[in-house]
């Protein structure tokens, strides 16, 4: 489980990604938010991946970052669908009832709107700020170099 961010910027990071990784990162993210939720007692749901360490940085100590983890979604989301990625429509009604669940709930002593905070974490390598992005534009890099399948993603741009 991996939430690549390259960018402080959620558009940035999401157009960086290719087709495969990017389609995974909707889910993966819509996982965890789901996990930090039941945590938080506000779902119930699996909480299987309550120790990965991904999930407990935007746990943060039971003051998740609800709202900028699920920012970092819907960027992520939008721009699988702009490159012409489907879901299901029951995946389209889960993520809705996320985004009412988050958007409408009143929240302020149960999670943090502040912005997520850099982590990279990869096998025993966990790194916290803005080496971060750098580390996750490595990682991405190298996995596409011993990919079998070439990354697909549309878009050129250079990382701010």
């Not at 490159?83 to 809705?96: H, I, Q, T, V």
């Not at 943090?112 to 390598?125: A, T």
Request: aromatic letters at 12%.
């Amino acid at each position: 489980m991996q939430v690549f961010r390259v960018s402080p910027s959620h558009e940035v990071s999401a157009r960086y990604l290719d087709n495969r990784r990017l389609s995974k990162q909707v889910l993966e993210l819509y996982q965890i938010l789901r996990v930090n939720l039941s945590l938080l007692e506000i779902l119930d749901t699996n909480t299987r991946y309550r120790h990965h360490p991904i999930v407990n940085h935007i746990y943060n100590n039971g003051y998740p970052y609800i709202t900028d983890t699920f920012e970092l979604l819907v960027a992520c989301d939008l721009e699988h669908q702009r490159r012409g990625g489907k879901r299901s429509p029951k995946f389209r009604e889960d993520l809705e009832a996320l985004k009412q669940l988050i958007t409408h709930f009143s929240h302020e002593d149960l999670w943090s709107d502040e912005p997520l905070p850099p982590f990279y974490v990869f096998g025993e390598d966990k790194i916290y700020g803005n080496a971060a992005y750098d580390l996750y534009v490595q990682l991405l890099n190298d996995k596409w170099m011993n990919d079998t399948i070439p990354p697909r993603c549309g878009v050129k741009f250079e990382i701010e």
